[in-house]
């Protein structure tokens, strides 16, 4: 089975975030008319905030109703089966996808500290930015312990 995968409209750049941290492919575009979100959607689901919009979409549309974070992101992990996998996460700032890099290669790119801490890194494979298991992992188990 092929894992699911997400266009989001311009009010859920916060899902958009998480749902990338969790592995799964979200484009996120802020400034589309709704016309151009449906001529790109191809084989992704569109999660919207707007009702007329996912109606559109058709079988592929899924309406919101929450404004709250938490609770939009556990209704799509339930309603599409997501999982945490952190071998698949995704860059959380372009949906890129990331790579294991060794201590050398990120160096110059991570202080000292959390260098020295982690031994395993992870490299945006499109914008560089660095990701370790740190804090931030934390969070993230926090916030899906909280929704799961
Ligand atoms: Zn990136």
């Known amino acids: 089975m092929t894992e699911p995968s997400f266009l989001l409209d311009g ?9 990338r941290i969790i592995g799964y492919d979200s484009e996120y575009l802020r400034d589309e ?5 449906l001529a790109i959607l191809g084989d992704r689901y569109l999660l919207t905030r707007d009702k007329q919009l996912s109606q559109r979409a058709g079988p592929k ?10 609770v939009q992101l ?4 339930e309603r599409f089966a997501l999982r945490l996998d952190l071998e698949r996460t995704r860059c959380s700032a372009c949906n890129g996808l990331l790579q294991k890099a060794s201590k050398d290669v990120v160096k110059d790119k991570v202080e000292e500290g959390t260098w020295s801490e982690h031994q395993e890194f992870w490299m945006c494979h499109e914008c560089g930015k660095v ?9 993230i188990r926090d916030r899906l ?3 799961s």
């Open 11 to 19: 009010m859920l750049g916060s899902l958009a975030r998480w749902l």
């Open 74 to 77: 556990s209704t799509v992990v």
């Open 33 to 37: 008319e709704d016309s151009a979100l």
């Open 131 to 139: 990701y370790w298991q740190g804090a931030h992992w934390k969070n």
């Open 61 to 70: 549309g899924f309406y919101l109703e929450s404004d709250d974070l938490d």
């Open 145 to 147: 312990d909280k929704i």
